[in-house]
């Protein structure tokens, strides 16, 4: 089974991503999974320019050269694609956006329409799962709507407050959650699906009184940085 990993944080290995990140692929690798991980910041990823000839003119074949040209062939042999990012400004950071966007020679130009809903089909027909992992220092969820909007179809780990992983005391009331993280990343390399519990635990949904210490905390500490 193979997982391809990307850290979409410009924080790379210093952000609460990178957290989340390293306990998935854990459980990957104790199930077997033969892991590849990326930095998307140290990729360099032009932007899409609307020209679609990777659909007309070059099936397939974008007109950037960049290091999207391996990257692209990797996901489609990816058993797993795996996607973490902050959150900045209620959506995912620049860099996955634009990784996102130069996917589009990865699916063909028709148009479908399936359970009333229009697309385009896959150009290579797999069976993938795909994996989004998001944080963000608000407390609350709806800051993960755009989020899980782009990625309606992935597998979401969503951790708010996720300054909370950097605190002794967080850490230990995040332990449960760290802990159904790593068993995703070993259940779906084990080709399992996830139990609808499963899925509710690996969504974070934070109690009021939790709430309230993200807050003080952070404005005590904004008032002195």
Same mark, same amino acid.
């Given at each position: ?8 944080? %410009? ?6 991503? +990178?957290?989340?990140?390293? !306990?998935?692929? +854990?459980?990957?690798?104790?199930? =077997? ?37 391996? @990257? *692209? %062939?990797?996901?489609? /042999? ?14 995912? @950071?620049?860099?996955?956006? #634009?990784? !996102?966007? #130069? ?7 028709? &148009?479908?329409?399936? =359970? ?12 993938? !799962? ?21 990625? %309606? ?15 002794? /005391?967080? #850490?230990?009331?995040? $332990? ?8 995703? =990343?070993?259940? *779906?390399? &084990?080709?399992?699906?996830?139990? /609808? /519990? ?6 974070? +949904? ?7 210490? @993200? ?7 904004? $008032? #002195?940085?």
């Amino acid at each position: 089974m193979r997982l391809l990993a990307f850290n979409a944080s %410009p924080r790379k290995t210093r952000g609460a991503t +990178e957290i989340i990140m390293n !306990r998935f692929i +854990e459980g990957a690798k104790a199930a =077997g999974a033969e892991v590849e991980r990326h930095y998307v910041s140290d990729l360099m990823i032009k932007g899409c320019t609307g020209c679609f000839s990777c659909w007309w003119k070059t099936p397939g074949t974008c007109v950037h050269n960049d290091d999207m040209d391996w @990257v *692209l %062939p990797k996901m489609t /042999e990816a058993d797993i694609v795996y996607y973490g990012t902050p959150i900045y400004h209620y959506n995912i @950071v620049h860099g996955l956006q #634009r990784m !996102r966007e #130069r996917t589009l020679p990865l699916i063909l130009p028709e &148009m479908v329409v399936e =359970g009333g809903e229009t697309s385009h089909p896959p150009r290579v027909k797999k069976t993938q !799962r795909t994996v989004l992992a998001a944080v963000c220092g608000f407390p609350d969820l709806s800051n993960f709507r755009q989020a899980g909007g782009l990625f %309606p179809d992935a597998t979401h780990i969503f951790l708010p407050g996720a300054q909370l992983l950097f605190q002794e /005391e967080g #850490r230990s009331y995040l $332990a449960g959650f760290l802990d159904d993280v790593w068993d995703a =990343g070993y259940q *779906l390399t &084990m080709g399992n699906g996830l139990t /609808e /519990e499963h899925r509710r635990r690996l969504v974070v +949904e934070h109690p009021p009184e939790v709430k309230r210490l @993200v807050v003080e905390e952070h404005n005590w500490y904004s $008032a #002195r940085a």
